[in-house]
């Protein structure tokens, strides 16, 4: 496979995770819709994941139907409470003995987005360690190793993929399936069960080998 074909395969499985990332805030559906999120996700993921690219049509084709107030009323209930919470979002909960939240595995998340020189808006609610920004992450470390190839920086490049691959294995890789298992038994709502199965598909995909073409 050609250095392009890998580096767009690579740019489009971090604007997966972008993407992916927007549906555990909470929900927005017309900006969903307006901006046709879900569409922009299905097409890439035909080009990085196809076993992926059919959840996300479910997901497009059943967000029109709940309404943000059902979306709104399944969100809280899967990822907030006040109720006991169906699948908490946050990576310490999985990788944790105990489940409890703010353990090792959270502070080394932190230590993850401070060696690439990013820190938490004060004003986010939400622990380090959800899956919201645990998502960005990935995206943002895929966007800085592509901005360093362009450039010709080669050995940048080369970091920012390496801290991509590690936070991968160490963090998302590892929690992502047991926290989508329990979405998927705790829901009978289309779109949040097809956002798990999407999810799933998507972690269990192996990278592109970007990397590979740093030299």
């Known amino acids: 496979m050609s250095s392009d074909r890998l580096l767009?395969?690579?740019?489009?499985?971090?604007?997966?995770?972008?993407?992916?990332?927007?549906?555990?805030?909470?929900?927005?559906?017309?900006?969903?819709?307006?901006?046709?999120l879900l569409g922009n996700l299905t097409d890439l993921?035909?080009?990085?994941?196809?076993a992926a690219a059919g959840h996300a049509r479910r997901m497009q084709d059943s967000v029109s139907r709940c309404g943000t107030e059902a979306l709104s009323v399944e969100h809280a209930r899967l990822f907030v409470g006040p109720q006991r919470v169906i699948a908490p979002p946050y990576g310490s909960v999985y990788l944790e003995e105990g489940r409890r939240v703010m353990g090792e595995s959270t502070l080394d998340a932190l230590r993850a987005y401070r060696d690439a020189g990013l820190h938490l808006d004060p004003d986010f609610k939400e622990l380090p360690d959800h899956i919201a920004v645990e998502l960005e992450f990935v995206h943002y470390l895929t966007a800085k190793g592509l901005d360093a190839l362009r450039a010709g920086k080669a050995e940048e490049a080369s970091r920012h993929f390496s801290a991509r691959e590690v936070f991968l294995n160490q963090h998302l890789r590892r929690w992502i399936p047991p926290f989508c298992a329990r979405i998927a038994e705790g829901t009978e709502n289309d779109f949040y069960r097809s956002l798990a199965e999407c999810l799933t598909a998507f972690i269990a995909h192996p990278s592109s080998k970007a990397s590979a073409t740093v030299r």
């Not at 499985?13 to 969903?32: I, M, N, S, T």
């Not at 993921?45 to 196809?50: A, D, I, M, N, Y």
């Open 8 to 36: 767009s395969e690579d740019r489009a499985r971090g604007e997966c995770c972008r993407l992916l990332a927007a549906w555990f805030y909470p929900p927005q559906q017309d900006l969903w819709l307006q901006e046709n």
């Open 45 to 50: 993921l035909k080009q990085v994941c196809p």
